[in-house]
C-alpha cells in the first residue's frame, strides 16, 4: 500500500504560480497529476516515469506546468505558472506500476489539494 499526501494548493489571482508537492511512501511507481473541476470528471494533467527522465503533459497545461521529482525525497512536484482560472480544480497525485495517463491505471490516489484561480 503507498500512502501518497498532497500539499501546496490555495488561492491565486491568474497568471500567479503555485507548486504543488505529494509526499510518497514509495518511490519506485510512475506518477502523475490529476485534477477535478466541480461537475465534471478527473482529468489527467501531467505523468512522469519512475526515474524521472520521461515526462508527458495534457496539451492544456503544456509549457505551463512543471512535473517533477526527487526520489531521495520521496517527493512529487507540479510547479504551475501562468495560472489560469480555468485551472480551478481539486488536484491528486497518484502512483501506478503503469506509465500511463488514464486514471483507471492509477492504483493509489492522494487526498487532493485544492486550487483556485480567480480572474
Known amino acids: 500500500q503507498v500512502q501518497l499526501v498532497e500539499s501546496g494548493g490555495g488561492l491565486v489571482q491568474a497568471g500567479g504560480s503555485l507548486r504543488l508537492s505529494c509526499a510518497t511512501s514509495?518511490?519506485?511507481?510512475?506518477m502523475g497529476w490529476f485534477r477535478q473541476a466541480p461537475g465534471k470528471g478527473r482529468d489527467f494533467v501531467a505523468a512522469?516515469?519512475?526515474?524521472?527522465?520521461?515526462?508527458y503533459y495534457a496539451d492544456s497545461v503544456k509549457g505551463r506546468f512543471t512535473i517533477s521529482r526527487d526520489n531521495a525525497k520521496n517527493t512529487l512536484y507540479l510547479r504551475m505558472n501562468s495560472l489560469k482560472p480555468e485551472d480551478t480544480a481539486v488536484y491528486y497525485c497518484?502512483?501506478?506500476?503503469?506509465?500511463?495517463?488514464?486514471?483507471?491505471?492509477?492504483?493509489?490516489w492522494g487526498q487532493g489539494t485544492q486550487v483556485t484561480v480567480s480572474s
Open positions: 512522469i516515469s519512475w526515474s524521472g527522465v520521461n515526462t
Open positions: 514509495d518511490s519506485r511507481y510512475a
Open positions: 497518484a502512483a501506478s506500476r503503469l506509465f500511463l495517463r488514464t486514471p483507471t491505471s492509477y492504483e493509489y
